[in-house]
């Protein structure tokens, strides 16, 4: 009797084991097509982040174009004649007198500056030195840059 009992249930649990399988085998496939479409929502996360960023640059990089274009309007308007003679000196001289002025007045700090260095009792070439530093160097180069390099955009046109 105990063998009948133990074969039935042999029998039974052997019928059930391909349905056992097929189960692990269907949880099996299921996982992996979860995980499947958990790297494409990611994907198209990353490609939906990236051309939005796209957009952003591009009209980042238009608004960039129209604000110049809208500089070079604004610029091509000035230091155009006007006819009167005076008026077109004068528009024609802001820029240059300014940077006279600016130059004027930066002399001047640094000559108070050395005076001052000289009162002191700071030797003159050591006075120079500390007076006159790359800050300073930096101002000197920007302005003969912008002065000389001007030139030679004003010859090419």
């Known amino acids: 009797?105990?063998?009948?009992?133990?074969?039935?249930?042999?029998?039974?649990?052997?019928?059930?084991?391909?349905?056992?399988?097929?189960?692990?085998?269907k949880k099996t496939?299921?996982?992996?097509?979860?995980?499947?479409?958990?790297?494409?929502?990611?994907?198209?996360?990353?490609?939906?982040a990236s051309q939005q960023a796209l957009v952003e640059y591009q009209g980042g990089v238009e608004q960039a174009l129209a604000l110049l274009d809208a500089q070079k309007a604004a610029l091509q308007g000035q230091m155009q004649p006007l006819g009167i003679w005076w008026a077109d000196?004068?528009?024609?001289?802001?820029?240059?007198?300014?940077?006279?002025?600016?130059?004027?007045?930066?002399?001047?700090?640094k000559l108070a500056m050395f005076v001052v260095?000289?009162?002191?009792?700071?030797?003159?070439?050591?006075?120079?030195?500390?007076?006159?530093d790359a800050e300073d160097r930096a101002i000197l180069s920007g302005i003969l840059a912008f002065w000389f390099v001007g030139r030679v955009f004003d010859k090419q046109k």
């Open 1 to 25: 009797m105990i063998l009948s009992l133990l074969s039935m249930l042999g029998g039974g649990l052997l019928r059930l084991m391909p349905e056992l399988f097929g189960f692990l085998h």
């Open 29 to 48: 496939d299921n996982a992996h097509e979860l995980a499947m479409l958990e790297r494409q929502f990611q994907l198209e996360q990353t490609r939906a």
């Open 89 to 109: 000196a004068l528009n024609f001289l802001v820029r240059p007198l300014a940077t006279y002025y600016v130059l004027l007045m930066y002399g001047v700090a």
């Open 117 to 132: 260095a000289l009162q002191s009792g700071i030797g003159g070439w050591e006075a120079i030195l500390r007076i006159y």
